[in-house]
């Protein structure tokens, strides 16, 4: 049997990571997987974290399972988390996952389930991991067009028009906030449209919420997961606490149903619940606790949120620097859309060719798209950058 096994084809995102590590080079930029860093480079473990996590190990009194859809506490807090208190509750359903990813996947095993022969749309680009997990489950998908490589915005007029042809009972997978790979993200108004297009077409959208907190704040982030909730009858939401949370290895994340009814909500339930049993009967409980602890302790939860809000800002901050070094360093305003997108990621909009010299000639480490993580950078190594793209034109 094990002789039918081919080589696997190599994560980009992961492969960057060793890629990195393995280069000898004192002075390089890791600028590839989307792994918050501080200004001295690390990844802290959250003040709040810590100290739930000592709260838990004095009064956690057993290890034995919780359920199938892990603990209902988490559930609700991470439900109101993402669509503020008192939305659409009967309509909900949930289940831990471990993770993000674990929710994405959880979510296609839902819809293949569901209605195995809906056709699952995508944004073009996307994380590539999305396409790994449809390709590998056999879904059928389509590609919407989203990122206008002109401006470095979202190509408002030609998501709408891919979105208007969408089939009845088509998936359509949208990122809530701080688009990964690009950084574009709609505004209020195209989300609007969104709602609009996909209550026309009678499609179900599908939404990743992995940054939320990262981009103009928690509420805002969430703002076209909240409205399409308040406007169409069918979503699915995975949601990841790798990053506003910094639980990465920890393996948190929610797979969020609304259902058009609370009966329908019930037997959603219970479909979840089986497909985790299927897949790892009970979901990682420990992270999952500490989110709970603090969304559900005023104290540690405002200490979350300040962390998460410099954690934020200092990204913006960054970015700002970063496009007016580039606009300096270049005299064009070829790069002024970093300083309008949001989140972790900037697509740079370079070629192939540009970024394998800047990987080459200045140790710079971005993956292949053009994708870099503004949170790799420092106050020091962004003008290093600017002026190391600046000289790709020499
Ligand atoms: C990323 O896009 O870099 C992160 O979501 C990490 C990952 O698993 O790819």
């Known amino acids: 049997m094990f002789e039918n096994l081919k080589p696997q084809p190599a994560d980009s995102i992961l492969s960057l990571m060793k890629a990195f590590r393995d280069d000898p080079r004192t002075e390089k930029l890791d600028l590839g997987v989307g792994v918050y860093r501080d200004a001295d480079g690390r990844t802290p473990v959250m003040r709040a974290v810590k100290a739930a996590e000592r709260r838990l190990w004095e009064e956690q009194d057993t290890k034995s399972y919780t359920a199938l859809g892990g603990d209902p506490a988490f559930a609700a807090a991470m439900g109101d988390l993402i669509l503020g208190e008192g939305l659409a509750t009967d309509r909900r359903s949930a289940i831990a996952t471990p993770g993000g990813t674990g929710a994405v996947r959880q979510a296609i095993e839902f819809i293949r389930t569901a209605r195995p022969e809906a056709r699952i749309w995508v944004p073009d680009p996307t994380w590539p991991n999305h396409l790994s997990i449809l390709a590998a489950t056999g879904r059928d998908v389509a590609h919407y067009r989203y990122f206008d490589a002109e401006t470095g ?32 993200d709609p505004d209020a108004e195209t989300w609007k449209r969104i709602a609009e297009t996909l209550g026309e077409r009678g499609a179900v959208p599908l939404l990743d919420i992995a940054y939320q907190g990262f981009g103009d704040g928690l509420d805002t982030d969430a703002a076209g997961v909240r409205l399409l909730v308040q406007t169409l009858p069918e979503l699915l939401i995975c949601a990841s606490c790798s990053k506003n949370f910094g639980l990465y290895r920890e393996r948190v994340g929610l797979l969020l149903t609304i259902a058009r009814d609370a009966d329908t909500a019930r037997m959603a339930q219970a479909t979840l619940e089986h497909l985790n049993r299927q897949a790892y009967s009970f979901p990682p409980d420990h992270g999952a606790r500490l989110v709970t602890i603090i969304l559900g302790d005023p104290a540690l939860r405002a200490d979350w949120q300040d962390e998460l809000e410099s954690m934020r800002t200092r990204m913006l901050d960054l970015r700002r620097q970063l496009a007016a070094e580039l606009r300096r360093e270049t005299n064009s305003e070829r790069f002024d859309a970093v300083a309008d997108h949001r989140g972790m990621f900037t697509r740079l909009r370079l070629s192939e060719d540009e970024i394998a010299t800047l990987r080459e000639r200045h140790g710079v480490y971005m993956v292949g798209d053009g994708r870099i993580n503004i949170a790799g950078l420092d106050t020091r190594t962004v003008p290093i950058l600017a002026r190391a793209i600046a000289s790709l034109g020499d």
């Open 153 to 184: 915005g979202v190509d408002d007029a030609g998501m709408i028009a891919d979105l208007s042809a969408v089939a009845k009972g088509d998936v359509v997978l949208l990122h809530a906030c701080c688009h990964n790979p690009t950084g574009a």
